[in-house]
């Protein structure tokens, strides 16, 4: 088949010779924790254990017990990468999805000739099937519960096939025809649809598709109120890229998935059932999250039975280490696009752009480069602010800058604290919020004040922009502008 429609080939084909973005290694790595070990002091970066740093993607082409199959890390772990993948200014992608979320492009269905992720197909019921032996999936560390698909997109349906949806979970292989799924309560409309089946007590049809281009995978990532019940986010990549996804019918569940994927796993999310997540090595743990810690087991997780594997020829087995800065790009740029369509709407032109650095895991922070015209505008910064918790409950902490800080450089952001910031005034903390669970400062016994329950949260907003009747005492330096400064470095 040629290759000339978008999925993780093509991307890779533009940046393979880019040393800075892409590096091939064929020295033999262990999956089991040795793998992500290794990019950890290669590219990960975000809120991974130092040291690490930002670095180029890995293709490992020598798997240990996997000879027929090449594992990818770190495609989406810098933001200047992602740019270049999506063909836009990497400062302004939370703009850029903002506008494809809003102008959707629909998926299409193909012919199962014309889908590349069915050019070898193993079922279930085959003698000798084991996902274990099927699918690549690292383990981030020694500690883990197992195997994790880590950026597999789940395609669901509303049980009268009105509507559908796509999202990412942690998915632990169990067994040999068995996955654990973590569905966040309330988070996630994979979760309303599995709901659904289990009151009838039916198996909910799935698909999990591995192996995509980031603008499928990151789209993939938009959550309520931007994308409410019904929204397909597939739309968003077609927007992205001005090229519908490509769909394809399941060779054993009745239900669609990604044409170009990698891999594709089939099953069913079976009703009423539970498993405990670290099973098979009762660590404790789950897998790294984004917040730098490892989760913790869950002790009933949902249970996908699984009814066939699928994938190309000579597969690209696809991860992501929780923390790294890959989740950045996942998490951050759609919630980006999530805060930056809500205050356009409420108070148009007041904020610049966003950004959520890999210090909040691309979801708990959030730095907002807010316009000042008049007088008038002075105070609809904290209103932005109150906008961004609205768009995203799972954010903790809003900075509030001028536009004259860099968003993109910390310590540009940082000065503004120790220059244009005051803690009696210009603080603001709100008790008792609802926020991401992963937080393991969320808990009753670490604030038993304003936690009730796990997952609560104080927030917090840092105003540091200048007064706007005070603008004049603090302009920077200015320097003399030089345009040709290249000049001197040749």
Not at 152 to 167: C, E, L, N, R, Y
Not at 287 to 309: H, L, R, S, W
Request: net charge negative.
């Amino acid at each position: 088949m040629t290759n000339n429609k978008w999925d993780l080939r093509k991307v890779l084909s533009e940046i393979e010779d880019d040393p800075q973005n892409y590096h091939e290694t064929d020295v033999a790595v262990d999956p089991d924790a040795e793998l992500a070990g290794v990019y950890r002091y290669i590219g990960a970066g975000g809120t991974v254990e130092r040291p690490t740093k930002e670095g180029p993607a890995m293709m490992f082409n020598n798997v240990k017990g996997f000879p027929n199959t090449r594992v990818l890390i770190g495609l989406m772990a810098s933001r200047k990468r992602v740019g270049k993948i999506l063909h836009h200014d990497w400062r302004t992608l939370g703009q850029y999805f903002n506008d494809a979320v809003t102008t959707p492009v629909a998926p299409v269905l193909v012919d199962e000739a014309d889908a590349p992720s069915h050019e070898a197909v193993h079922l279930a019921t085959e003698d000798g099937f084991d996902l274990r032996k099927l699918v690549a999936a690292p383990t981030n560390t020694p500690q883990d519960a197992g195997p994790y698909i880590t950026v597999g997109v789940v395609f669901g349906s509303s049980m009268d096939k009105s509507i559908s949806d796509v999202t990412i979970h942690r998915m632990c292989i169990e067994g040999k025809d068995k996955l654990a799924i973590y569905i966040m309560p309330g988070g996630r409309h994979i979760g309303v649809f599995a709901d659904e089946y289990e009151k009838a007590n039916k198996p909910m049809p799935i698909t999990i598709s591995i192996g995509l281009d980031p603008a499928i995978t990151i789209g993939t990532t938009f959550e309520p109120p931007t994308t409410p019940l019904g929204y397909n986010e597939l739309g968003v990549a077609g927007a992205l890229r001005k090229e519908a996804v490509e769909l394809v019918n399941g060779v054993s569940v009745d239900e669609k998935a990604i044409a170009r994927a990698e891999y594709t796993i089939e099953g069913y999310i079976m009703p009423h059932e539970r498993i405990q997540e670290d099973i098979n090595t009762h660590t404790g743990k789950a897998m790294p999250e984004f917040p730098g810690y490892d989760g913790d087991a869950n002790p009933a997780v949902q249970v996908i039975k699984v009814t066939a594997v699928t994938h190309r020829q000579n597969p690209i087995m696809q991860s992501v280490i929780g923390p790294s800065e890959e989740h950045v790009s996942m998490a951050g740029i759609p919630t980006e696009a999530s805060i930056l369509q809500l205050t356009n709407k409420a108070i148009p032109g007041k904020v610049v752009n966003v950004y959520n650095p890999p210090a909040g895991g691309g979801k708990l922070m959030t730095i907002m480069q807010i316009h000042k015209d008049n007088e008038a505008d002075e105070g609809i910064q904290r209103q932005a602010a109150i906008l961004a918790f609205a768009a995203f409950k799972e954010l903790k902490t809003v900075f509030l800058v001028d536009e004259d800080v860099d968003i993109f450089d910390m310590n540009d952001v940082v000065w503004t604290m120790n220059t244009r910031f005051q803690a009696d005034k210009d603080l603001m903390v709100l008790s008792g919020m609802r926020n991401h669970p992963l937080d393991p400062s969320e808990r009753p016994e670490y604030d038993p004040k304003s936690i009730r329950f796990k997952g609560m949260s104080s927030k917090l907003v840092i105003d540091g922009t200048v007064p706007f009747d005070m603008k004049d005492q603090f302009e920077r330096a200015q320097f003399m502008k030089v345009p040709d400064w290249r000049k001197y470095l040749e």
